[in-house]
């Protein structure tokens, strides 16, 4: 037997995606196995990377995943490492076919890795996963299900599916006694498959799903409710600071706590009122970032708000609670809409004219005047 030289995988960390920019298939109904079968290839390494990164690397299995680069990954299209040394991984290699693999399509990629290994490139891993838009055939799922068979069968088509120039290497791969021996005693009970159907219900736990498979935006839960105490991080809030101003200007007295507001219904309801408001509109925020990916949804909602209020807010008022109160009545008034995002609330609308406080757009009080 050859001794192989160590060797350490050139790799490419598997980086979060970004949001897809094609939205139009978010409300599609086409079943997904079909979409799975009919996308082109490129959107299908999407969606492989997609999954990996939001499935196989949030599993408590893997410490990271990574995907490797180009033609040349030596029969592995990603990386799932087990441990931080990155000595211990599984395997997946995914394929976009027309059709359900066969041996004859698949028997290089069994020749890849028996290579790749016998020379050094890689070790060889715990277990290898073939991920293919289309599955499977039976043929070469018997294979599978008699792992040595897949010895017999490879050494038999080598030089036709493996050794020829340009198939696995340039300049072609004799098969040696060494390299014969190799095979033969190469252990493809690693090898099984991913389905389409366990693929799909898989990536269905992600939000990127969506963008592909359609389904439409899971309903929004219900957004928390504001306690009777501040809590330490509500207390720093610009517009929190600059309500209390308008209060204490507005009852002649300063108020500086909500214990002390609270002798004040009229004006402790009030700001009650502002930050469920506020709460609402963080509860939409969160949801747009966890199911959208990212804020820019909910900021075009917000964008849309302060133009509507503008005109409104920079009236000449009586009092400073005057302002705010026309402000987010006309906020409350407005239609706005994005495609995503359909169920926008009252309180969301108030809660977004006080993060245009929090923003320094918009301004309540001056907490720096005298009262």
Same mark, same amino acid.
């Given at each position: 037997?050859?001794?192989?030289?160590?060797? +350490?995988?050139?790799?490419?960390?598997?980086?979060?995606?970004?949001?897809?920019?094609?939205?139009?298939?978010?409300?599609?109904?086409?079943?997904?196995? %079909?979409?799975?079968?009919?996308?082109?290839?490129?959107?299908?390494?999407?969606?492989?990377?997609?999954?990996?990164?939001?499935?196989?690397?949030?599993?408590?299995?893997?410490? !990271?995943?990574? %995907?490797?680069?180009?033609?040349?990954?030596?029969?592995?299209?990603?990386?799932?490492?087990?441990?931080? /040394?990155?000595?211990?991984?599984?395997?997946?290699?995914? *394929?976009?076919?027309? *059709?359900?693999?066969?041996?004859?399509?698949?028997?290089?990629?069994?020749?890849?890795?028996?290579?790749?290994?016998?020379?050094?490139?890689?070790?060889?891993?715990?277990?290898?996963? +073939?991920?293919?838009?289309?599955?499977?055939? =039976?043929?070469?799922?018997?294979?599978?299900?008699?792992?040595? =068979?897949?010895?017999?069968?490879?050494?038999?088509?080598? /030089?036709?599916?493996?050794?020829?120039?340009?198939?696995?290497?340039?300049?072609?791969?004799?098969?040696?006694?060494?390299?014969?021996?190799?095979?033969?005693?190469?252990?493809?009970?690693?090898?099984?498959?991913?389905?389409? +159907?366990?693929?799909?219900?898989?990536?269905?736990?992600?939000?990127?799903?969506?963008?592909?498979?359609?389904?439409?935006?899971?309903?929004?839960?219900?957004?928390?409710?504001?306690?009777?105490?501040?809590? /330490?991080?509500?207390?720093?809030?610009?517009?929190?600071?600059?309500?209390?101003?308008?209060?204490?200007?507005?009852?002649? =007295?300063?108020?500086?706590?909500?214990?002390?507001?609270?002798?004040?219904?009229?004006?402790?309801?009030?700001?009650?009122? $502002?930050?469920?408001?506020?709460?609402?509109? $963080?509860? %939409?925020?969160?949801?747009?970032?966890?199911? %959208?990916?990212?804020?820019?949804?909910?900021?075009?909602?917000?964008? $849309? +708000?302060?133009?509507?209020?503008?005109?409104?807010?920079? !009236?000449?008022?009586?009092?400073?609670?005057?302002?705010?109160?026309?402000?987010?009545?006309?906020? !409350?008034?407005?239609?706005?809409?994005?495609?995503?995002?359909?169920?926008?609330?009252? $309180?969301?609308?108030?809660?977004?004219?006080?993060?245009?406080?929090?923003?320094?757009?918009?301004?309540?009080?001056?907490?720096?005047?005298?009262?």
């Amino acid at each position: 037997m050859l001794k192989r030289k160590g060797y +350490i995988m050139k790799t490419y960390p598997l980086p979060s995606p970004e949001r897809p920019k094609n939205t139009s298939r978010i409300f599609d109904t086409t079943e997904p196995q %079909l979409r799975l079968k009919t996308m082109g290839e490129d959107e299908f390494e999407r969606v492989v990377g997609e999954w990996a990164c939001s499935c196989l690397k949030k599993e408590n299995k893997y410490s !990271n995943v990574a %995907l490797l680069g180009g033609s040349g990954d030596s029969g592995r299209d990603l990386v799932a490492y087990i441990d931080d /040394n990155m000595k211990e991984f599984d395997i997946y290699q995914c *394929k976009r076919y027309e *059709k359900p693999l066969s041996p004859s399509v698949y028997m290089i990629e069994f020749g890849k890795i028996c290579y790749y290994t016998y020379i050094g490139e890689y070790a060889i891993p715990n277990k290898y996963y +073939i991920v293919a838009s289309n599955g499977i055939g =039976q043929s070469l799922r018997k294979l599978i299900e008699h792992p040595k =068979q897949i010895n017999i069968e490879l050494i038999k088509v080598w /030089n036709e599916k493996c050794g020829k120039k340009r198939q696995i290497t340039a300049n072609g791969i004799k098969m040696t006694d060494d390299l014969r021996k190799y095979i033969e005693e190469f252990d493809f009970s690693i090898v099984s498959d991913i389905s389409p +159907i366990t693929l799909i219900d898989d990536f269905s736990k992600s939000p990127w799903y969506k963008y592909h498979f359609g389904g439409g935006i899971k309903k929004r839960p219900a957004s928390e409710k504001p306690s009777e105490k501040l809590n /330490n991080s509500e207390k720093t809030m610009p517009y929190v600071k600059q309500l209390f101003n308008v209060y204490s200007k507005e009852a002649g =007295q300063v108020y500086e706590t909500l214990v002390e507001l609270k002798n004040y219904k009229k004006l402790y309801r009030h700001f009650m009122r $502002q930050r469920e408001g506020f709460f609402s509109a $963080q509860s %939409l925020k969160r949801f747009a970032r966890d199911e %959208l990916l990212n804020e820019d949804s909910y900021d075009s909602l917000k964008e $849309q +708000i302060e133009f509507g209020i503008l005109d409104v807010y920079e !009236n000449e008022y009586s009092s400073e609670l005057e302002r705010v109160k026309e402000t987010t009545k006309q906020a !409350n008034s407005l239609s706005i809409s994005c495609e995503e995002i359909k169920d926008i609330t009252i $309180q969301d609308k108030t809660g977004m004219c006080h993060e245009l406080v929090n923003d320094d757009r918009i301004v309540w009080s001056d907490i720096d005047e005298n009262i």
